[in-house]
């Protein structure tokens, strides 16, 4: 009877050290689970993955068709770019831009977003079909350089693209952002009479 005993106290000790080992061996393994770094739920690639595909299938908005005057082009997937030419003042041209529903005068977030409005609107100061664009500098600005802002949103493109000896204040009377040859920014006299670029958000 203590032979059975014992053996079977044997055999329950050797279940618990097998299951010990086996419990160890679950709580540590990374080697067959989803990978380093993972907590043993979903693997972070696989959420971002997931993440990414909702994003991805989240429909834009369609770009509306330019209306009379206007032109529209394309910068980035998730925006409506449109130049118009019927020649305004900055604040005239920033307002038309609201009203004919065509979003805000535009926002360059970078290089890339300059070189394309330079491409759609072959901008030159010297043949008058500049661009105004959405820089504006605030009144309490010191000038020439102090206090420029985008009208709408916000961007880190702040230095942007000054041509050479600008911003300058000409004449004392020089707070607009007009762009020029090559993409070149200036700041314009606001009431020169100009084309201008409108940006529309396609997301929802
Ligand atoms: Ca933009
Ligand atoms: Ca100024
Ligand atoms: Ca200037």
Request: proline share 6%; net charge negative; aromatic share 8%.
């Amino acid at each position: 009877m203590r032979i059975v005993v014992l053996a079977v106290l044997v055999a329950a000790c050797g279940f618990q050290v097998r299951a010990s080992s086996t419990d160890d061996a679950a709580a540590g393994d990374d080697g067959a689970g989803p990978g380093p770094g993972s907590d043993g739920a979903m693997p972070d690639a696989a959420i971002d993955a997931m993440v990414d595909a909702a994003i991805d299938a989240t429909p834009l908005l369609p770009c509306p068709p330019a209306p009379s005057g206007c032109t529209q082009f394309t910068c980035s997937p998730t925006a409506c770019h449109y130049v118009c030419n019927d020649k305004r003042g900055w604040t005239s041209g920033r307002d038309r831009c609201v009203s004919l529903g065509l979003g805000c005068i535009a926002t360059i977030e970078d290089s890339a977003e300059n070189s394309c409005i330079v491409g759609a609107t072959l901008p030159s100061f010297a043949a008058g079909t500049s661009v105004w664009f959405g820089f504006v500098q605030a009144a309490s600005g010191t000038e020439p350089a102090g206090g420029w802002g985008w009208q709408c949103g916000s961007s880190s493109f702040v230095a942007g693209n000054w041509g050479t000896f600008e911003p300058n204040n000409s004449g004392g009377n020089e707070d607009c952002g007009l762009m020029i040859e090559g993409g070149a920014w200036i700041d314009g006299d606001c009431s020169t009479q100009a084309r201008y670029v409108c940006e529309l958000s396609r997301l929802p």
